[in-house]
């Protein structure tokens, strides 16, 4: 598996120059380097899947679910734990 390290909003177009048997299986950044025109994009290149959001916290963990997120990296906090029932989050 591959992976696109830092690929965030205002990235898009270096999307468009990999090669198609070299695209990487997953696109990873910064949440807070992400914005909706981004999302948008992922959406809308079917790629929202391949995003893996990283810098999740508890302060933005919601916020990133709602925007469509299912591969996220989270700066865990023990406060976090009752909210964190996978399942839960999914639905919501």
Do not use: C, R
Not at 14 to 21: T, V
Not at 33 to 56: F, R
Not at 62 to 82: H, P, Q, R, T, W
């Amino acid at each position: 598996m591959t992976v696109l390290e830092g690929f965030n909003a205002g990235k898009e177009w270096m999307y468009y120059f990999i090669p198609k048997n070299l695209k990487p299986d997953f696109l990873s950044g910064f949440y807070s380097a992400t914005n909706e025109a981004h999302v948008n994009w992922l959406k809308e290149n079917d790629l929202l899947d391949s995003k893996i959001a990283y810098g999740v916290d508890l302060k933005n963990y919601k916020a990133v679910l709602k925007s469509g997120f299912k591969n996220i990296l989270i700066d865990y906090d023990s406060l976090m734990e009752k909210d964190l029932q996978i399942k839960d989050l999914l639905e919501n």
